[in-house]
């Protein structure tokens, strides 16, 4: 790994690549769990939280530029990546405490976070849950399955459905998501297909998935955002498809101390496709007030 820059967000244009596996990192042991992490860097704490269906690999290319400023651990959610996947319940309260158990199996008594999509509802509900361990949080296009996510997610978030297209899993679907996710589809190469679909490419590793995606109820997250006190980040792409922007002004309605920006020709996973521009974004925030909120898009 190397960066190019010795800017604010250490951004880089040309970045090499983290590349996931059991053989990297490191596990913390969490009741009967393990769950896998990576470390880098130091200073303040900084907690990477992935979204369903994902791995700590998502944080490719800003976890480098992330580590020369803080001491970042990006986790392997439980059931996903290389992080154990037993026969368990994958609902959000369950998760959300096994997030924090994590960190109290790593030593973290109170950090600050960055998570996405689906991951940040866990987040959010950890912090609910256990406000003072965490600090200023980033949330990146949070929420569950919207009507506007493709038919094959839907279809695995039904009961009737999910056993057949379980099956239907492969290099071809995770690429034709993440195109649906990408407002530029052309970063979406043939490295990050396998990444996304290693850990998923046998029953074990998609049965945690289904049951994360048909037990993620944030009804009572959602009721309970007003109760944060926590400086939040909300950070949206103007063209995500799965999570539009009527979604990203509720949320930011909801907090007490919320920011919201909006980055313009970018889809969802916006920390993958315009990453620097999530870079300048978020370490501002989390370093000093220097980070201004916007409504529009920049």
């Known amino acids: 790994m190397y960066s190019e820059t010795n800017d604010l967000t250490g951004s880089m244009r040309k970045a090499r690549r983290l590349l ?22 130091e ?12 791995s700590l690999f998502t944080w490719h290319r800003v976890i480098e530029s ?14 996903h990546g290389y992080s154990s996947k037993p026969t368990a319940p994958y609902d959000i309260e369950n998760v959300s405490d096994l ?31 256990h406000p003072k361990r965490f600090g200023r949080i980033v949330l990146e296009t949070p929420g569950g399955i919207t009507p ?24 071809r679907v995770v690429r034709n998501l993440l195109n649906d996710c990408f407002f530029d589809q052309t970063l979406v190469d043939d490295t990050m297909v396998e990444e996304y679909y290693n850990p998923m ?13 048909q037990s993620f109820d944030e009804e009572v997250t959602m009721q309970s955002l007003r109760d944060l006190d926590h400086e939040i980040c909300l950070i949206w792409g103007a063209d995500d498809k799965w999570h539009d922007l009527e979604i990203a002004d509720q949320f930011n309605v909801s907090f007490r101390n919320g920011q919201l920006f909006i980055v313009r020709n970018c889809g969802h996973i916006i920390h993958e496709e315009k990453w620097d521009r999530f870079l300048e974004i978020a370490v501002p925030f989390l370093l000093t007030d220097e980070a201004e909120p916007i409504s529009s898009t920049s």
């Open 43 to 54: 200073g303040p704490d900084l907690l990477l939280v992935h979204g369903i269906g994902q």
């Open 201 to 213: 490419n046998d029953s074990s590793g998609r049965a945690p998935i289904v049951d994360a995606l």
């Open 99 to 129: 997030v924090v158990s994590t960190m109290d199996s790593l030593g973290l008594k109170k950090t600050d976070a960055i998570a996405f999509g689906t991951g940040a509802i866990y987040l959010l509900r950890a912090a609910q849950l």
């Open 20 to 41: 996931n596996s059991d053989h990297m990192g490191a596990f913390a042991s969490v009741g009967d769990w393990n769950i896998h992490y990576y470390e880098l860097g």
């Open 148 to 171: 506007n996510v493709p038919f094959f997610i839907r279809a695995l978030h039904i009961p009737l459905l999910s056993w057949i297209y379980k099956m239907m899993i492969s290099p």
């Open 66 to 79: 992330l580590a020369q400023h803080f001491h970042v651990i990006a986790i392997d959610l439980p059931g």
